[in-house]
């Protein structure tokens, strides 16, 4: 509950004591107040010659200090915490109000409503594996790295790029609208590779892709990619740890593959390649699935340029300093 301010009496005796010579600890003892009341009373003498109530700049807050200072800390030590428990908490106290209320004392303290970033779950084994891997390359040249053939599959949305687009409009209007359609009105899966001399094949994966299937893929398009690249008989291949990767029959067809950590996709530079070509696609309007896979295998092969597959700095210091700071610093240049 709030503390009842002393009355105008009380103040102006507190004052005539502090003329009269008294200490604050006599005066606290005598009036049987805090001492950090007398304080605040004879500083506040002081600074403006009254111990009347001076005028407010607007209505006082229904929340307390300590009550404010509840809000924030709670916040804070639950970033997750939603307004309504917040509203019920402060209620509990005796002090009921809007969440409108709570909204404006958070973000003068600085805490903003925010969506929660997404990154993959980390036990304790993957961040060991992940710094084993920088560790064991730290040592490697940038030739060797040139001799990497990156791979992976995604899906490809037909109207399904969802980056946020910003737009110039008055309040309350609901104009330049974004039109959505549920599922992306279709998709396909891809697969592609790509090493610093460029891109390699696009292929378009039909039906649920196992093991079979994918080594089929890699017969008819890994070498063929290899050779177009240049990366001549002795490179090393770059893959997840997708069960259809580590199939038995796709397993056996690897001489020279790339150890890979688990719950890492953030290591292989490719991301930034389908972040890219999905934007590059979208930006040409496909109507149906036969214009998508079209639009893809276009835009692969015709705007990615070579500076585009090439890295900004050493990879094995790269590598090194994503394990040390949770975050990949190799990234593809635009």
């Known amino acids: 509950m709030k503390n009842k301010e002393h009355t105008r009496q009380v103040r102006d005796t507190v004052v005539k004591k502090f003329k009269a010579g008294f200490g604050y600890k006599k005066i606290s003892q005598a009036l049987n107040i805090p001492r950090s009341t007398v304080q605040a009373i004879i500083l506040k003498w002081k600074e403006n010659q009254t111990t009347a109530n001076l005028p407010r700049p607007g209505r006082p807050s229904k929340l307390s200090a300590h009550t404010r200072r509840r809000l924030i800390r709670d916040a804070a030590k639950r970033p997750m915490i939603t307004l309504d428990e917040l509203q019920r908490s402060t209620a509990e106290v005796g002090d009921s109000v809007h969440r409108t ?25 993957h961040k ?25 599959e995604t899906k490809i949305e037909l109207f399904g790029n969802n980056a946020k687009r910003y737009v110039w409009r008055k309040s309350n209007t609901a ?10 009105g279709g998709s396909i899966m891809v697969w592609a590779c790509f090493s610093s001399a460029g891109t390699g094949k696009m292929v378009k994966i039909d039906g649920m892709m196992d093991g079979a299937k994918y080594r089929t893929i890699l017969e008819e398009n890994l070498m063929e990619s290899a050779k177009d690249l240049r990366l001549g008989r002795r490179f090393v291949f770059q893959q997840d740890n997708d069960p259809k990767h580590k199939a038995k029959s796709a397993m056996e067809w690897f001489k020279n593959k790339l150890e890979w950590p688990s719950q890492s996709p953030d290591l292989n530079p490719i991301e930034n390649l389908w972040k890219e070509l999905k934007t590059a696609v979208h930006k040409c309007s496909p109507s149906n699935l036969t214009e998508l896979e079209l639009f893809c295998k276009e835009e692969w092969e015709k705007n990615f340029s070579l500076s585009m597959c090439k890295t900004d700095r050493d990879i094995p210091q ?8 949770k975050r990949w610093r190799y990234k593809v240049l635009t």
């Open 101 to 125: 209320t709570i909204s404006r004392i958070l973000h003068k303290s600085g805490l903003y409503g925010r969506v929660a970033r997404r990154q993959p779950f980390l036990k304790d084994i």
């Open 175 to 184: 104009e330049h609208t974004i039109p959505t359609v549920k599922h992306g």
């Open 318 to 325: 790269a590598t090194y300093s994503c394990n040390r700071s």
């Open 128 to 152: 060991k594996c992940c710094l084993k891997f920088a560790t064991s390359h730290l040592g490697d040249t940038p030739s060797m790295w040139k001799k990497v053939l990156w791979s992976d």
